[in-house]
Nanobody
Framework: QVQLVESGGGLVQAGGSLRLSCAASGRIFKIDPMAWYHQAPGKQRELVASITSGGSTDYADSVKGRFTISRDNAKNTVYLQMMNLKPADTAVYYC???????????????WGQGTQVTVSS
């Protein structure tokens, strides 16, 4: 079992910044990738950014140039630095990761509980 604990959400004015953190704990042999998704009311959950253990990143077009994803492999922690926030960024942000069982090589998917980000205009 793996637990993902997020922190860092909150209320910010448009143009402001927030930094989200997500720490993974439990039986972890290999955790890859780590990612952030968001879900606005009435909309589907969408990928915001992802990062591999080797540092390769991918971003949604809507956040390129404003958000930066990073990770600390030693701490199994992923971060999302969000700059120049817009009201359209308002959503619940979920941490996501995949792990691999050391013996069976079976892969598992994990989600955090979500953290609310609200951007006021």
């Amino acid at each position: 079992q793996v637990q993902l604990v997020e922190s860092g959400g909150g209320l910010v004015q448009a143009g402001g910044s927030l930094r989200l953190s997500c720490a993974a704990s439990g039986r972890i042999f290999k955790i890859d990738p780590m990612a952030w998704y968001h879900q606005a009311p009435g909309k589907q959950r969408e990928l915001v950014a992802s990062i591999t253990s080797g540092g390769s990143t991918d971003y949604a077009d809507s956040v390129k140039g404003r958000f930066t994803i990073s990770r600390d492999n030693a701490k199994n922690t992923v971060y999302l630095q969000m700059m120049n926030l817009k009201p359209a960024d308002t959503a619940v942000y979920y941490c996501y990761s995949e792990t691999e069982d050391v013996t069976t090589k079976r892969r598992f998917r994990w989600w955090g509980q979500g953290t609310q980000v609200t951007v006021s205009s």
